[in-house]
């Protein structure tokens, strides 16, 4: 795991989805289900949302349909 690719996508993830949504999901996960919280928190979130391109307001137009 890259941990400031992991740190990155937490930090995006809780600003959009919000802390207290994102800190329950962590702590619910189990052990099936925690590789692919991490998986989700440092590719989904910290890959592809904290690539440079576009400001993450931008990034949000799109989930708010």
């Known amino acids: 795991m ?3 690719t992991y740190d990155k996508g937490l930090e ?3 600003a959009v989805l919000g802390e207290a ?3 329950k999901a962590l702590a619910d996960a189990d052990d099936f289900t ?3 919280q ?3 928190t440092e590719y989904c ?3 592809v949302w904290g690539r440079d391109g576009l ?3 931008t990034r949000t137009c799109s ?3």
Do not use: T
């Open 21 to 23: 949504y994102v800190n």
């Open 45 to 47: 979130w910290g890959a």
């Open 12 to 14: 995006i993830r809780s």
């Open 38 to 40: 991490d998986l989700v």
């Open 2 to 4: 890259d941990h400031q």
């Open 55 to 57: 400001a993450l307001k």
């Open 63 to 65: 989930i708010w349909r």
């Open 34 to 36: 925690e590789p692919l």
